[in-house]
């Protein structure tokens, strides 16, 4: 038979900085984002913002970008738009949708939660045009800049999520106003003031993310909303910390670079510091990964979808003939392999199999610790992960976290560990460096993403590390010394810069884009290739100490002298003047003896094409160079 086939005063994990998941019920699983729901986004803005238009009209402008690149990115997800503290209460786009909600007083719905479209962009951007001199007289503003029920409209908001019609994935209120303190929705001691408090925990019961985006850059966040926001991420008032109202403004903008990319975990599992001591942890990607459509496999003949099956066939062979004598179809569990040893035969089963190779759980093991300055500054070897606390299954995992975080920045150590990601895969030695928010350099927006934690590092096996001599490679043509080498690396060290999607871009996207919207709404953007580029200045002022260096090894560089053209007497230039008389170009005759003596290469590039363009009626592709169109006026010729 044959088969084929340490000490911390903190208590808890950074609520600022935490992330949410839902439970999963099998912990050793690997946890893969829920793609089936689509991401909702309210937009709330205030109509107090109206009384200083500039804010008002940057509002608006912020949830332009948002709906013109949400429509770009992913038109599947819902954005909807609300106006609070409004005086009146005017109709929706598509006010049919809203015939099971209860708008309360002073609340606007401008737009229901829907897919984006076209339609609704260009319908937008039409409201955006009359806005400075309707919305007064349309929506208004609640008296002489007065504040109406705050819970009122959250509950408004949280029917528009609940009849979205759709299953969704995650929630976003965003509210944009410039009322903070002492002008805050509510005074402390009234009842409103607590209905509102009582909301906030509707949204953290029902997972909506609420968001503050100040539009001013002094924002005190005293007394109401440092309160309302830690009851709704379910965290500490005292650790509470007020973000950058000019980033959070950015981000909110771009929703292609952020799409709640904390709550897309790629797994779960355990890290054990030691025996008896675990602790639930997820770790992450740093943005979303973009959607890539499945290859389709087509047959030539009919273009029908190839479907391939994995099939163990047993078959029974005759010795004597070896024609197959017998042959049978089992399940993956039911075969087995065969290994013959001699005359002893032995059989190995899958489940045998799968039991070596699931040896170990799903899981980190810590092994030690090594100075982070160990540490080469890249591996380009496979790219690297963040890991966060999860104290849903084991109680504590945050504050025994944090500790273990702390004590690595302060005694600037990294953790060497054994990494196991899912089941039936290969360990790996990973390094975990401890990572704070806001430590890189201009790196704000990359910050708000990350937060504090430890980035994960896979240590590559001697297998993956080559060793190139780069003094002696290449060395017919690379003459530098060894010093000269040595001093480059410090050069490209130095100009090295970290790439964020939020910065650097895709020039063809950009262009793209630019084309898109010019053709589909009739805007014209300013695209001059890629944007937020490294300062120029600031890159030479990092290599200015290493430049003397460089000219005592390698010299001054010689200026080359450019070329002077020739001048007639004007002057000036020469222009180009063809060397055959282009009267004799429309015989046939002069062309043939052209070629015939070799002297086609005379004409100019025009003239070839224009000969067999009128003489051969050939049309020559724009890529062809001069010695095609000589080459084929002379084959035709022949």
């Known amino acids: 038979m044959a088969s084929t086939s340490s000490s911390s005063t903190t208590t808890q994990w950074n609520p600022n900085y935490d992330v949410l998941i839902s439970d999963s019920e099998d912990d050793d699983d690997e946890t893969k984002p829920n793609y089936k729901g689509r991401e909702a986004l309210i937009f709330v803005l205030d109509a107090n913002l109206y009384e200083e238009y500039e804010r008002f009209s940057e509002a608006l402008d912020i949830v332009r970008k948002a709906l013109i690149s949400g429509l770009l990115v992913n038109s599947k997800d819902l954005i909807g738009i609300v106006f609070a503290n409004t005086a009146k209460n005017t109709d929706p786009y598509e006010a049919s949708s809203l015939d099971n909600i209860v708008v309360p007083q002073n609340c606007a719905v401008f737009l229901p939660l829907r897919e984006l479209s076209k339609s609704i962009v260009e319908h937008y951007l039409r409201f955006m045009e009359t806005v400075e001199q309707e919305f007064g007289a349309d929506y208004g503003i609640v008296g002489n800049g007065g504040n109406s029920d705050f819970s009122a409209m959250l509950r408004l908001c949280i029917n528009l999520f609940e009849n979205a019609g759709y299953n969704l994935v995650s929630s976003t209120l965003v509210y944009l106003t410039d009322r903070a303190t002492p002008a805050t929705p509510h005074p402390k001691t009234s009842n409103l003031y607590q209905r509102a408090l009582q909301k906030a925990k509707d949204l953290e019961g029902k997972e909506i993310e609420f968001q503050v985006v100040p539009m001013i850059d002094e924002f005190d966040y005293e007394p109401f909303y440092k309160e ?169 995992s945050k504050r025994l976290f944090r500790a273990l975080w702390e004590r690595c920045l302060i005694r600037e150590k990294m953790a060497i560990c054994l990494f196991m990601r899912k089941r039936k895969s290969i360990p790996r030695y990973v390094a975990l460096v ?9 790196n704000t ?53 970290e790439f964020q ?50 000219n005592e090894i390698f010299g001054e560089d010689a200026e080359v002298v450019k070329k002077r053209g020739a001048a007639d007497s004007s002057g000036g230039n020469a222009p180009k003047v063809p060397k055959v008389d282009v009267d004799h170009l429309k015989d046939i005759i002069y062309i043939k003896q052209l070629a015939n003596n070799d002297t086609l290469s005379s004409c100019t590039i025009a003239q070839l094409r224009d000969i067999l363009k ?24 022949v």
């Open 614 to 637: 009128s003489h051969f009626d050939v049309k020559a592709p724009s890529h062809w160079k001069k010695q095609d169109l000589i080459e084929r006026v002379k084959n035709l010729i």
């Open 228 to 396: 309302f926001l830690t009851l709704v991420e379910d965290g500490d008032i005292d650790a509470f910390e007020p973000r950058n109202p000019e980033e959070l403004r950015v981000l909110l903008s771009d929703r292609k670079l952020r799409q709640n990319v904390l709550r897309r975990s790629l797994g779960r599992f355990k890290f054990s510091l030691g025996p008896d001591l675990l602790v639930s942890v997820q770790y992450y990607n740093y943005f979303k990964a973009r959607f890539m459509p499945r290859k389709v496999r087509l047959l030539r003949k009919d273009n029908s979808i190839v479907q391939q099956k994995r099939v163990i066939m047993v078959r029974k062979q005759s010795q004597e003939t070896m024609d197959i004598v017998e042959e049978q179809q089992v399940k993956q569990s039911g075969g087995w392999y065969e290994i013959n040893l001699g005359e002893m035969s032995i059989r190995i089963t899958p489940e045998q199999i799968n039991r070596v190779r699931n040896l170990h759980a799903p899981g980190m093991m810590l092994l030690g610790f090594k100075p982070i300055s160990d540490l080469p500054e890249n591996w380009y070897y496979k790219p690297q992960n963040f890991m966060y606390p999860d104290d849903k299954n084991i109680s504590g």
């Open 501 to 550: 999607s939020n910065s650097l871009v895709d020039p063809t996207v950009e262009a793209l884009q630019s084309n898109i919207l010019a053709l589909a709404l009739d805007i014209k953007t300013d695209n001059a290739g890629l944007s937020g580029m490294p300062d120029t200045k600031r890159q030479d002022e990092r290599i200015a100490k290493i430049l003397p260096r460089l």
């Open 445 to 497: 927006s990359r910050a708000l993403l990350s937060g504090d934690g430890f980035k994960i590092i896979y240590l590559p096996f001697a297998k993956h590390i080559r060793d190139i001599d780069f003094a002696n490679w290449n060395s017919m043509q690379n003459e530098a010394p060894e010093e000269g080498v040595q001093v480059f690396t410090k050069v490209v060290g130095k100009l090295r810069t």
């Open 434 to 442: 401890p990572v704070e928010a806001g430590d890189s350099e201009g």
